[in-house]
């Protein structure tokens, strides 16, 4: 039986601001545009063209500015690899870099803004046999001779207007190929794979703690790895990489995917402010020259959230009260053409709290946690880079990173207090069970990249990190837990529960190690062949493993418009930090072992529309499996496959519309090795679909939609056992797994809308957006929860909202 927690249609706050919205867009739109004319019509787009591999600048590079006011720019970049095309007027436009010996560059939606320098500079490839063959830097993806046809960038724009996400990076990611997500929670998985599995880099330096609300507690259909919001405002991320398989030797750590975050840059030329006040708390940003030393930009984002308000308003009281803060800044700073330092500052702390009074506003009292959790994150990252040489790069980081996190749950009975419960008449028994995760990390991250005088490209690098653990899980007491496997302990067979215990569960970690790594990989063309053949080396100080990972790719460029590409190597994934504080047998666990094999083919068919289909198969071993419910004890004794294929049709930005449809299929089995053989992975979805579009109707209007369609989750058969203590006083009702995700829950498919608008009050920019999301309000179900007091599941899932948002930027 289940029961089903969704509320469907819209709140009615959510729909007095939609109306109100609406309204204040009616009065403020034109009747007709004015063409922009003189003084007040002055915009400007400058940048830079330099070399990708040595960041040399390009000179003599033809640059053609088009879309806007419909007139067609050109200029060309001077000795210092910078251009400059003045008098645009407010738009989108379209930027075409082409340099002797390199394949052309695109960004296909820059705008242009009254009175201010938009800045769009580029990074060409080298490739003069075909320039037919376009490397686009939007969506579609950059065709880089060495990447797989997959890889696909994402520009600051796309980010921000892509339906169903409010301009959350990784909501924005659930239409590239093998990326599978709900946007209830801001995570995504790929390729089978869950979102913990993910490589995610800020600037190129690591750090997953990217996402507010990351679920530490919970016992049934954890969500692996998704938290509620990203740290990042929306237009923070300048742009974004990713790769679902087959990267490089630079990069180890996780093996389900390479996400690379760009955070923006401060404009140098024109300041800007920006902010944002609404029922949940004020946001400023700035984003401009420094004012304090020539050649420095920054870019600085605050913002704090309270949501109690927001959800006791829309009779939500039965989420608890999240709070959160958000502090990043960002500067870049030029000394001369050869050095350049940025700074990278991160403060995200976070806040939760739940209690009896959430508790009793839960329908049928169906969640009874007693949360408290806090977390304070911080990164602090310095990059330099170097140029010695006309052909030489070097670039250094230095980052040290710190985590705190304590979380506590317990339990409140409300079916304890009599017909009419109150908090007061609530039996509560708090902090039952307290995670802590404290993490402290300094690392460098050292890369030299040369180009031989044939021309190929070296790269070679180390990675040195020192980190320090200080963990634990405590348990207040023997605590009865209503979901278990048959193969949990119980110390009578004929019990239908099972019990945790201090002495089972209690643990900590107080350690510190070194992980150290080293990679070389020399990338050379021969005729219309790329190959990249490349290995790397970890040192891992935790379990003592020493890995070596070779890795190859190549790349067949067949004619003007069609390219193969391949790509093999062994990943290497390291324990979770709280696995290994989990038991003190878990304080010698391995890495986890993927070996991945992926062929490609990309067919260009207009110079706006691209076709890419690529076959993947994933073997892996070494697998961490967690073992009995009462205990934290994990082994390496897991294995597994991943096999599928995802096409990719992408169409960039021309006559003001982009889109693109995407269909991944896919097989992903595991195997614990405990006897009960294989099973469908966690997070296996045979089919996944998604199709977008955006158009640019006017200088002012924009509209983009996206339809998604997976199937269904895989979830567990079980059985219920009622009346589990023989006692009608205390009714309880527990779940026996039987079978793992040999069932599935219902397929998702949902519809996001969106709307944007744009007008300027003299020197003030009035920016707004609603997004309808889940319009139609399919009743999505992607996990979950055990009500033992009803003996039901409770579905959660993805609600018809539509989201809004107001910003004025001056």
Do not use: C
């Amino acid at each position: 039986m289940q029961a089903g927690r969704q509320k469907g249609g819209f709140s009615r706050i959510a729909r007095g601001a939609y109306v109100g919205l609406l309204a204040a867009a009616a009065l403020a739109l034109p009747s007709a545009p004015r063409a922009a004319t003189g003084e007040s019509a002055v915009g400007a787009i400058r940048g830079r063209a330099v070399d990708a591999r040595t960041l040399r600048p390009v000179a003599e590079a033809a640059v053609s500015v088009s879309g806007g006011d419909g007139a067609d720019r050109r200029a060309a970049t001077g000795a210092d690899g910078r251009y400059s095309v003045e008098g645009l007027a407010e738009g989108l436009y379209r930027v075409v870099v082409e340099g002797r010996g390199y394949l052309p560059a695109i960004e296909a939606d820059v705008r242009v803004v009254k009175r201010k320098v938009t800045v769009a500079d580029f990074e060409l490839v080298q490739g003069d046999e075909f320039r037919e063959t376009v490397l686009v830097t939007a969506r579609g993806a950059a065709d880089n001779p060495r990447d797989p046809v997959t890889a696909v960038r994402l520009g600051r724009e796309e980010i921000r207007r892509s339906p169903g996400t409010a301009g959350d990076v990784f909501r924005s990611l659930d239409t590239l190929p093998g990326v599978a997500a709900t946007g209830e929670f801001s995570s995504f998985t790929v390729r089978g794979r869950g979102p913990r599995d993910n490589l995610i880099l800020v600037d190129d330096i690591p750090f997953d703690k990217v996402v507010h609300f990351d679920q530490t507690l919970g016992e049934e259909e954890d969500i692996g790895g998704g938290g509620r919001f990203s740290i990042f405002v929306p237009n923070l991320i300048g742009g974004a990489e990713f790769r679902p398989g087959g990267w490089g030797a630079a990069y180890g750590g996780k093996n389900g995917s390479l996400l690379r975050l760009e955070v923006a840059e401060g404009n140098p030329e024109t300041p800007s402010f920006s902010g944002r006040l609404d029922v949940t708390g004020p946001e400023l940003n700035y984003d401009g020259p420094s004012f304090l030393a020539d050649g420095t930009s920054v870019i600085v984002s605050a913002r704090h959230r309270e949501f109690e308000r927001l959800f006791e308003t829309i009779d939500e009281r039965d989420i608890g009260a999240p709070t959160l803060t958000d502090v990043i800044l960002k500067t870049v700073s030029s000394f001369g053409p050869r050095h350049r330092l940025e700074l990278l500052a991160i403060h995200a702390p976070e806040s939760f709290r739940r209690d009896v009074e959430n508790v009793l506003a839960s329908p049928d009292f169906q969640d009874t946690a007693v949360v408290e959790s806090d977390q304070d994150s911080d990164l602090l990252g310095v990059t330099w880079r170097w140029l010695p040489g006309a052909s030489t790069l070097v670039k250094n980081v230095l980052f040290v990173r710190e985590s705190d996190k304590t979380s506590s749950q317990g339990e409140a009975f409300p079916d304890q207090a009599g017909p009419d419960p109150t908090p007061a008449t609530t039996p509560v028994r708090p902090r039952i069970l307290t995670i802590e995760e404290g993490e402290r990390e300094l690392g460098w991250r050292g890369d030299v990249t040369r180009v031989t005088r044939s021309g190929g490209t070296l790269a070679a690098g180390a990675r040195l990190t020192r980190v320090a653990l200080d963990s634990g899980v405590r348990l207040d007491g023997d605590w009865v837990r209503y979901v278990f496997d048959q193969d949990d302990f119980r110390p009578d067979p004929d019990q239908q529960y099972v019990v945790l215990t201090p002495a089972r569960v209690d643990s900590r970690v107080d350690a510190s190690a070194t992980r150290g790594a080293a990679y070389a990989e020399y990338s050379f063309r021969r005729g219309i062949l790329t190959l990249t053949p490349g290995l790397r080396y970890d040192y891992d100080g935790f379990s003592g493993e020493s890995l070596w990972s070779p890795r190859m790719a190549a790349s067949w460029q067949t004619g003007p418009r069609t390219r193969l590409s391949a790509a093999a190597g062994l990943y290497y994934q390291a324990p979770r930090f709280l696995e290994l504080a989990a038991d003190p047998a878990n304080a010698r666990l391995g890495q986890e072992r993927s070996t991945q094999l992926v062929l490609g083919v990309s067919r260009l068919y207009r110079d706006d529309l691209r076709l890419s289909a690529e076959l993947y198969y994933q073997a892996l071993d070494d697998l961490v499996v967690a073992g009995d419910r009462t205990e934290g004890i994990a082994t390496n004794s897991g294995r597994g496959e991943t096999a599928g294929l995802d096409l990719t049709l992408a169409k960039r930005m021309t006559r003001k519309w982009f889109g693109s449809a995407t269909y991944s299929f896919s097989r992903s089995k595991r195997d614990d090795r405990r006897g009960e053989g294989e099973y469908d992975a966690d997070f296996h979805r045979p089919h996944v679909f998604a199709i977008l579009g955006s158009w640019e109707l006017n200088p002012r209007w924009a509209l983009s939609a996206k339809w998604k369609f997976a199937a269904g989750r895989p979830t567990d058969a079980f059985v219920v056992h009622a009346d589990v203590f023989d006692d009608p006083d205390f009714l309880r009702f527990s779940k026996e797994i039987t079978g793992q995700n040999v069932e599935r829950l219902p397929d998702f498919h949902t519809l996001n809308v969106r709307a944007d608008y744009r007008r300027r009050f003299g020197r003030v920019s009035l920016i707004a957006f609603i997004d309808f999301i889940n319009l139609y309000d399919r009743k999505n179900v992607d996990s979950l929860e055990w009500d033992e007091r009803r003996g039901v599941n409770v579905m959660e899932g993805l609600e018809a909202f539509p989201n809004f948002g107001l910003k004025f930027e001056f």
